[in-house]
């Protein structure tokens, strides 16, 4: 597995053929990533992923992208932390459930942004850990995936992903 970590906007990825949404539970457009994703994919993208809502914690869905330079988005919706428990476990399905989509839809590579660390709550530092222990754990039986990357959107979160992802490999 290729694995890149990148600082941008999750909405403006090339070269990348499904993009992660940090999702509400309507699947509507938002803060933070939602927004980004709803706006740059446009309308067709509110209307495409309504029949699809709600959905629970942990769970993933999958659309088109319309307007977004790719073929997929991936729909996760985290954790709100310290509400919905187990809030590890629930992180966990977001990305073993996001892969699991990779694999149905022959998805050669996917942009992740740090799922439930914005308006949700989770501790960065604990979500990243999820994060990578979870596609570590199961990259093995992926057959189409060949690269992941992480997406933050800070500078700060960006360092402290890359720290992350160096001790990890
Ligand atoms: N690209 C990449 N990362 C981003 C972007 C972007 N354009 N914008 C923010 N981040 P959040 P959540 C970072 O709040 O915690 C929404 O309103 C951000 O700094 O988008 O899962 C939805 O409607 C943070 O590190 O997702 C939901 O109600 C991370 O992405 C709710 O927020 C996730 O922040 C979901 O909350």
New binding site residues.
Partial sequence: MNYECIQ?????QNNIDAVVN????EL??????????HRAAGPELTEATRPLAPIEPGQAVITEAFNLPNDYVIH???P?YGKDEPSDELLADCYRNALELTEKYKIKSIAF??????????P?EQATKIALDTLAGHVSTLSHLKTIRF????DK?YQRYQHALEQFS
């Fill in positions: 941008g906007d999750i909405s403006q940090a999702a509400n539970a509507q457009t938002g803060g933070g990533v939602a927004g980004a994703i996760c919706l985290g709100v942004p740090a799922i439930s660390t914005g308006a949700f709550g989770f960065f997406v933050l959107f800070s979160d």
